[in-house]
Structures are given as structure tokens and as C-alpha cells.
């Protein structure tokens, strides 16, 4: 089992300070973290926010790859059909050359409306750019010279340079929390981030199967929440704003895109009060045997690789050293072989 954590570099107005100082103080728990064992740490993309949600993740995972020495760097995601692939191409090559060969690739499709409107995509298009960008990337990575010719993108016999560190390529993990990503994501990918039902674990490996892929020789992360605390109630008090706040914005996001129907449903819950936005105390503040637990039941599953949130918008970087330091010494070695 791997442990990562994922960064939004998020600064909400309630919370604000420089944004020089969050990215500071950013990159000193990132520095920690790796000191203490966690094996990688994650950048995730949203653009137009109130919130400043990182919208440059090849800027700082180059950043962290020159701060970092160990822990791999990823993107969980990239949203892959805002950005032409070539330069994708171009800038995972970077990010892999700094890293000295650390790099993980992430793309996923994005479903964030005035994203795509801003950038003057259009939505229903994206199956068919990630197919067509998945393809171009893993040519320019993995071939001296190339030409492709598409709906969306058409060249002649370009050679895409510097080459990355890894060879033949970085590894690819694709999120995904529906079928027709997991189809994607079993054909192009090395892993999959199920973001959503455990269900969708089984899923992918049945699409791996019919790839005529091997399933043990792909890698499932899933996305989590944790801090580590004996003290639940006074924990769920100071961070319980800042889970508040990551909650409602996810879903009304994903609401007003409605990809999904659980997305319009979840959104009008979290309207009338039905549901408690971002997660509750039980469910986020655990003692070590609950985090235990809960890693146990996901390797049952068959996760290979559980990405946690490393803080709440507005909360902190230093506020949750404590938990991540205290998970690599009485958790993640619970899970090392």
C-alpha cells in the first residue's frame, strides 16, 4: 500500500493571508512530509474560483520537484481537455527531467462549466479530446518523430523534445468516477483515481480484463479525508468551517454540471440541509485504530494507493503536520511489507 497527499494550495476569503505565505508554508509540509516517509504528494487544477484553487499544476509540481528529493509527484488531476496536449506533452517531460524520473502523470476530464466556457470548449467534446490528447502524449513521449491527424488536432512529423527521464514514459493514472472513463483509463492508463463508489474498483478491472490488460499490473488510488486526533469534538471544531466550505463548493460544482445524477441530487441535498457538507466528525476525525480500519477495508477492496487531502481551504498547512507525522509512524508502517 502507498500513501500520497494532495495539494489545492486553496486561500478562501474568510481565512485569507498572502498568497506567497500559503505557498510557503505549503511547500515547509511538503518538505515534512517526505522526511517522514510519505511516499508521494499530489497537485490538483480548478481555474475561476473565489478560493485561489491552484491553477497551474506543472508550475508546482516543477517547484516541489526542486524542494523534494523521494516522494513521487503527481497530478490528481490535470484537466487534460483544457490544455493542448503537445504542451502537456512538452511540460510532463519537465516536471519527470526535474523530478529525476519521479513524475506521475494524471489527467481527467474536468466538469467544471465556466472552466470550459472561459476557455471556449465545449463540454460534450471531451471524450473525444482526452482520446485524441491521450494518444498524441503517449506518442510524443514514447516516439523519436510523429504526425497525427484528428477532429480536434492535426500536425506532420514533429518531434517533441526534451524526452521525459522515465523510459518509455511516465506512468499514467487517469481519474475516473464513471464507466466510460474507467474504459478510458483501462486502455490508455497504468492506474486509475476512482473518485466516487468502491464499486468502481471491480469496474475498472473487469474494463482492464476486456483490454486484454493485466488488472495486477495496474495501480487503483482512491481520494481520502483524515485527521488523526483523541480529541474528536475539539478537532471537528476547529476544522468543521473549513470542511464546510470544501463541501459546498465541490457540490455545487459538480451539481451544476450534472454529469452524473448523483451530482443534481447531492447539490439539492446539500441545498435544503439533508446533508451535511464535506463530511462529518465521525467520518473525518479518527483515532489511529479507526484510520487503521479504514486502510484495511480499502486494501481488501483492492486499493493499491490512498491519496489523502493534505488540508482543508483555509486551514492551515502546519495545523495538520501533527497528523501526517503521526500517520507515517503508526499507520503507514502497519502497511509496509
Given at each position: 500500500m502507498q500513501f500520497g497527499l494532495l495539494y489545492d494550495f486553496r486561500n478562501p476569503p474568510p481565512w485569507f493571508v498572502p498568497s506567497a505565505d500559503l505557498y510557503a508554508e505549503t511547500f515547509d509540509q511538503i518538505r515534512a512530509v517526505e522526511s517522514f516517509g510519505w511516499d508521494s504528494v499530489w497537485v490538483t487544477e480548478h481555474h475561476f474560483t473565489?478560493?485561489?484553487?491552484?491553477?497551474?499544476?506543472?508550475?508546482?509540481a516543477s517547484a516541489i520537484a526542486m524542494i523534494t528529493t523521494r516522494v513521487q509527484i503527481g497530478h490528481s488531476v490535470l484537466l487534460l481537455p483544457l490544455h493542448h496536449p503537445?504542451?502537456?506533452?512538452?511540460?510532463?517531460?519537465?516536471?519527470?527531467?526535474?523530478?529525476?524520473?519521479?513524475?506521475?502523470?494524471?489527467?481527467?476530464?474536468g466538469y467544471k462549466v465556466d472552466e470550459f466556457d472561459a476557455f471556449g470548449i465545449n463540454r460534450k467534446h471531451r471524450p473525444r479530446l482526452?482520446?485524441?490528447?491521450?494518444?498524441?502524449?503517449?506518442?510524443?513521449?514514447?516516439?523519436?518523430?510523429?504526425?497525427?491527424?484528428?477532429?480536434?488536432?492535426?500536425?506532420?512529423?514533429?518531434?517533441?523534445?526534451?524526452?521525459?527521464?522515465?523510459q518509455p514514459r511516465p506512468p499514467i493514472w487517469m481519474a475516473a468516477r464513471a464507466d466510460a472513463p474507467l474504459k478510458r483509463a483501462a486502455k490508455y492508463a497504468d492506474g486509475v483515481i476512482a473518485v466516487g463508489s468502491p464499486e468502481l474498483i471491480a469496474r475498472y478491472r473487469g474494463f482492464v480484463t476486456d483490454e486484454g490488460r493485466d488488472p495486477k499490473a495496474m495501480t487503483?488510488?482512491?481520494?481520502r479525508s483524515v485527521i488523526l486526533s483523541d480529541d474528536p469534538g475539539a478537532a471537528w471544531e476547529?476544522?468543521?468551517?473549513?470542511?464546510?466550505?470544501?463541501?459546498?463548493r465541490y457540490g455545487q460544482w459538480y451539481g451544476e454540471a450534472g454529469d452524473l445524477p448523483q451530482d443534481i441530487a447531492r447539490m439539492e441535498q446539500l441545498r435544503s440541509g439533508a446533508v451535511q457538507a464535506g463530511?462529518?466528525?465521525?467520518?473525518?476525525?479518527k483515532d489511529?485504530?479507526?484510520?487503521i480500519a479504514e486502510v484495511e477495508e480499502l486494501e481488501r477492496l483492492g486499493v493499491d494507493c490512498v491519496i489523502y487531502?493534505?488540508?482543508?481551504?483555509?486551514?492551515?498547512?502546519?495545523?495538520?503536520?501533527?497528523?501526517?507525522?503521526?500517520?507515517a509512524k503508526e499507520v503507514i508502517p502497519r502497511f509496509r511489507t
Open positions: 473565489d478560493d485561489g484553487y491552484l491553477p497551474a499544476v506543472n508550475a508546482v503537445l504542451r502537456i506533452a512538452e511540460e510532463g517531460a519537465i516536471v519527470d527531467i526535474l523530478s529525476n524520473g519521479r513524475f506521475i502523470f494524471g489527467p481527467g476530464l482526452m482520446d485524441e490528447s491521450m494518444e498524441i502524449i503517449t506518442r510524443a513521449w514514447t516516439e523519436e518523430r510523429f504526425s497525427f491527424h484528428g477532429r480536434y488536432f492535426d500536425f506532420d512529423d514533429l518531434a517533441v523534445t526534451p524526452r521525459p527521464a522515465q487503483v488510488a482512491v481520494l476547529d476544522v468543521k468551517d473549513h470542511v464546510r466550505w470544501r463541501g459546498e463530511g462529518t466528525m465521525a467520518n473525518l476525525i489511529v485504530p479507526a484510520a487531502f493534505a488540508t482543508f481551504p483555509g486551514y492551515a498547512p502546519s495545523k495538520m503536520v501533527p497528523t501526517w507525522e503521526r500517520f
